[in-house]
């Protein structure tokens, strides 16, 4: 948000000679970001003056509209001639008042001015929209000064547009919507430099009466509890926003439109009530506020035709919806350029709907921020009072006697808050009186609770500390967010200083370093990465039919999903079931922007729901849930394993000068399996790797892998339905395993190295293809006995001499004994063992014997 000086030192008391940098302190201090304080003095440099458009030639045979026109700038280009300025803008008129920048200004962002030939003509200068000053984001024309301008050609410009001002722009964080308003600011500044405030909104203003402004129908009480509206007939159409208003708006970063919405959004900026004016003669019968039946349609102000759902509320008339509630108006009840009866409307909305209807429709309009932070109940009445007294003062016309207020506004409820809480909670000892004087400056009404045998309760301010423990504070109307005890102890907490609040590190206590899980998981994405993988992380949410886009079978149980109760992005609220569709998200941006050989990995977790575990408990922030509200709190919630995935694609070893690549396969996926799981201290020989079929992996091409003949997770090369489906590249290979499946790693002891030769032998098996080939090897390391070190299969041969079905596997063996230099004959009769181990298991023969 964005708010001079001057303005706000119309509700508070700000000192004379307050510097820019204790201002924004004074701001931190309560807890408000600024983003910027800026001096709008010192922006521009040279000469900005005030200028009157006294010719306008329209040049023609350009790409745009362009016009060369004489304007008087009085004598301050030193000469006291007209002054000749080429301009693309079309909205000002010959006689009208502009601000002009001669040559040797210097706009913001170092844009120096000079005198130059352009399209045709000599441009000494430039007339200057607001953006081009930076006092606001509208760059459609040029600045047009109001009539009622006092200053004459060649008077300094700074004064009439505002910049003569200092400029705070505030980031105003979800939980302070009050703060979003010239009001909320004003008040929190009182507290903090402790100076006296003046209320805009203390102003007397007449309730409902009996006959309203306008029939209307509020059917959804929930949805807006509140719904005021006022009548202005009679206004004159061609009235102009006074410049004072219109140079307040633009500073804001508001765009002047017309008199009746100008004032709706000079209101909202000043009391922080969203506001709609509408054209009474395009109003076709009376008003009905309600939910939008699913398929309704409603053209915006902002020109776009949108599709409605039954959450969304609507305001109609015979017609049908002419407003998206809360949210933007309708184009057809809009305020035009003929409207001469104005009906001003001012409601009360439910923060949660405007929320979730702004993100539905991508309408994140000024009012929709204020609503959905909450916006006092207790201003319609008065916002409608100032916005008629604006408008007649302005635009003449009547103002109807009639006044439409239709209240069901609950009133609030008080909260019970502890005195000592606050001093509990933050370690400063405040004073039960230092406790209800913070308290009423927020604006809490603060009684004394009931809360001891024989207390009187109904003891109002400091009178209420003094004979009770417990305070029953009731928040104002403006601050929606106070709700809780502990919301109450941050008021006292920010409004007494936060550089009260001691920094006192705790004692930490004893360590033990890592945990079991911790250090699996270092070490798994360490080993990962030392093979050439990239780790990323993904966003967990993924689309409703990614199910499908995988293959997976109606059955499987990653079909189910948990979907997010309000999700970032329609497209995806559903939870992830598996790593793999993220991953594979990832893998195909980085193809796309040209990245070909790709190998990454992700260890998170993935959600599993548990049917039928119904709701979770209510749990309030008074206290420590307990171990029974804990356990069924934990039983809804959805399980949530973690798991590691390896996505390839592309070359595993680079094509260069020294021969050609290896492309990674389904292999490289298995090897990237058993990799983790020896990264996670399981020993290879309980580790097994057999044939399998699984979504979303190719039949023929899909490994398990298992640990103590538990399957623990699959690798292989994705099928090619998956491939083109979801746009990857040919072969695209994966692997996927579940960390918390595994066994605890065993204590391994240090190996026995010795010092004595090894005997190698190579042996060549011919077996049966649907063989694997790790069973083989585990045939003959049981085979050969201890003499056997090591064994590793380098080589698969197939060919029509071996036979149909029928595949030659060759293995390295590697004997060594401990103690002494092994005979030859001992080598091979170890080997003959293995031989034999495998042929009695699998018919397996000696290639070539």
């Given at each position: ?14 000192p ?12 931190v201090d ?12 010192e922006?521009?440099?040279?000469p ?15 790409k ?45 962002g170092?844009?120096?001015i000079?005198?130059r030939k352009?399209?045709g003509?000599n ?24 009539e009622?301008?006092q200053?004459?050609?060649g008077d300094d410009?700074?004064p009439?547009v505002?910049l003569d ?15 979003l308003?010239?009001r ?6 009182s507290?903090?430099l402790?100076v006296?405030?003046?209320?805009p ?31 202005v007939?009679?206004v004159d ?5 006074p410049?004072w208003m219109a140079r ?7 765009r002047s ?14 009391l ?11 109003v076709?019968?009376?008003?009905v ?6 398929g309704e ?19 109609c008339d015979?017609t ?7 949210v933007m108006?309708?184009e057809t009840?809009?305020?035009v350029?003929s ?6 409307e001012a ?19 000024e ?8 916006v ?6 008065v916002a409608l ?5 604006l ?13 439409l ?9 008080p909260?019970a808050?502890?005195v000592?809480?606050p001093?509990?909670r ?6 039960p ?9 927020v ?7 009931a809360?001891r045998?024989?207390?009187d309760p ?9 004979g009770?423990?417990?305070?029953s504070?009731?928040p104002p109307?403006?601050?929606?967010d106070?709700?809780d005890?502990?919301?109450?102890v941050e008021?006292v907490?920010?409004l ?9 590190l705790?004692?930490?206590p ?5 945990t079991?899980?911790?250090?699996r ?9 030392e093979?050439?993988?990239v780790?990323?992380?993904?966003h ?5 039919d990614?199910?499908d ?10 079909r ?12 995806e609220?559903?939870l992830?079931t ?8 990832i ?5 796309g ?8 990995y992700?260890?998170g ?7 039928g575990?119904g ?12 171990d029974?509200e804990f356990?069924r ?14 996505v ?8 260069g ?23 996670a ?10 044939a399998?079929?699984r ?10 892998l298992l ?31 579940n ?5 605890e ?7 026995a190295?010795s010092?004595f030769?090894p ?13 694997p ?25 197939a060919s029509?001499?071996?036979?149909a079905g029928r ?9 060594r ?16 063992a293995?031989?034999?181990e ?12």
């Open positions: 948000m964005r708010v001079s000086v001057s303005w706000l030192r119309e509700h508070v008391d700000l004379a000679d307050l510097p820019a940098g204790d201002l924004e302190q004074a701001l309560l807890g408000i970001e600024v983003d910027s304080v800026v001096d709008l003095r922006t521009v440099t040279g900005l003056v005030v200028g009157e458009v006294l010719e306008i030639e329209e040049l023609t045979g350009f745009k509209p362009i016009r060369f026109c004489r304007v008087d700038v009085g004598a301050a280009n030193g000469t006291g001639e007209p002054q000749e300025i080429v301009c693309g803008a079309r909205n000002f008129a010959q006689g009208d008042r502009v601000v002009v920048i001669l040559p040797g200004g210097v706009l913001p170092d844009f120096h000079g005198a352009t399209y003509r441009s000494n200068g430039m007339i200057c929209s607001a953006k081009e000053l930076g006092l606001g984001d509208d760059h459609s024309g040029i600045i047009v000064l109001p009622d301008t200053a004459k050609p410009a700074r009439v505002g001002d200092v400029l705070v722009e505030l980031e105003i964080t979800p939980d302070r919507g009050y703060a308003s010239v909320g600011i004003a008040r929190e500044l507290h903090a402790g006296p405030f003046r209320d909104a203390d102003i007397p203003a007449p309730g409902g009466t009996a006959e309203p402004a306008y029939p209307v129908d509020v059917r959804d009480t929930v949805g807006c509890d509140r719904f005021a509206a006022r009548m007939r009679g159409p061609t009235a102009q926003t410049g307040r708006l633009s500073v804001a970063g508001v439109i017309s008199l009746p919405v100008d004032i709706t959004n000079y209101l909202m900026l000043e922080g009530q969203p506001m709609h004016a509408f054209d009474a003669d395009r076709s019968g009376p008003l506020v309600r939910r939008a039946e699913p349609k409603l053209t915006t102000l902002d020109g776009v035709t949108r599709t409605l759902v039954a959450e969304d509320m609507v305001i015979d049908g919806p002419i407003s998206l509630a809360a108006g309708g009840s809009e305020v350029a409207t001469t009866d104005v009906l001003f409601a009360h909305w439910d923060p949660a709907m405007v929320g979730r209807t702004a993100r539905r429709h991508k309408l994140f309009s009012a929709a921020k204020r609503w959905e932070r909450g006092d109940p207790a201003l319609p009445l009072e100032k916005a008629v007294r408008l007649t003062e302005h635009a003449g016309g009547t103002v109807g006697p009639e006044i207020d239709l209240d069901h506004v609950r009133p609030r409820t909260v808050l502890p000592d809480l001093s509990r933050v370690g400063v000892a405040y004073r009186e230092r406790v209800v004087e913070l308290l009423e400056q604006g809490c009404a603060v009684t004394r609770g809360d045998l024989g207390d109904g003891e109002t301010g400091v009178a209420a500390v003094a009770g423990d417990v305070l504070v009731t109307t403006w601050r929606p106070l709700t005890p502990a919301d109450l008021e907490v920010r007494d200083g936060y550089d009260r609040v001691p920094s006192v705790p004692t930490a004893p360590g033990r370093g890592l079991a899980s911790q250090q998981r270092r070490a798994v994405a360490r080993s990962l990465a093979r050439g993988h780790e990323v992380l993904a967990p949410f993924v689309a409703a990614l199910a886009h995988l293959g997976l079978p109606a059955d499987d149980p990653r189910p999903a948990v979907r997010v109760a309000n999700p970032l992005s329609e497209e609220p559903l992830r598996t790593l793999l569709g993220p991953l594979l998200g893998l195909k941006r980085n193809v922007r040209g990245q070909r050989d790709v190998a990454i992700e260890i977790v993935v959600f599993h729901p548990r049917p575990a709701a979770p408990p209510a749990m309030g922030v008074d206290r420590r849930p307990t029974e356990a709190a934990d039983a809804v919630v959805p399980d949530q394993p973690r798991h590691v995935a390896v390839l694609t592309g070359e595993m070893e680079p094509t000068w020294w021969g050609a690549g290896r492309a990674a396969g389904w292999a490289d996926a298995v090897e990237a399996g058993r990799t983790v799981l020896a990264a201290g399981i020993p290879a020989d309980r580790v097994t790797v057999r399998a079929e979504a979303p992996w190719h039949p023929g091409r899909c490994a398990e640990v103590d003949g538990t399957v623990v997770g699959y690798a292989g090369e994705l099928h090619p339905t998956v491939v083109a489906t979801l746009e990857l590249p040919r072969r695209t290979s994966a692997m996927e395993l960390l918390d499946a595994l066994p790693a065993p204590v391994v002891s240090g190996p190295v010092t030769p005997a190698l032998i190579d042996v060549a098996l011919v077996v049966d293809e649907s063989v080939a790790a069973e083989v090897e585990r045939a003959l390391a049981e085979g050969a006995g201890p003499l056997l070190e090591d064994v590793r299969l380098f080589d698969v041969y029509e001499q071996l036979g595949r030659s596997l060759a293995y390295k063996l590697t004997f004994a401990p103690d002494r230099t092994l005979a030859g004959e001992e080598a091979v009769a170890a080997r003959d293995a031989v034999a495998a042929a009695r298991r699998f018919g397996a023969t000696l290639r070539g014997a």
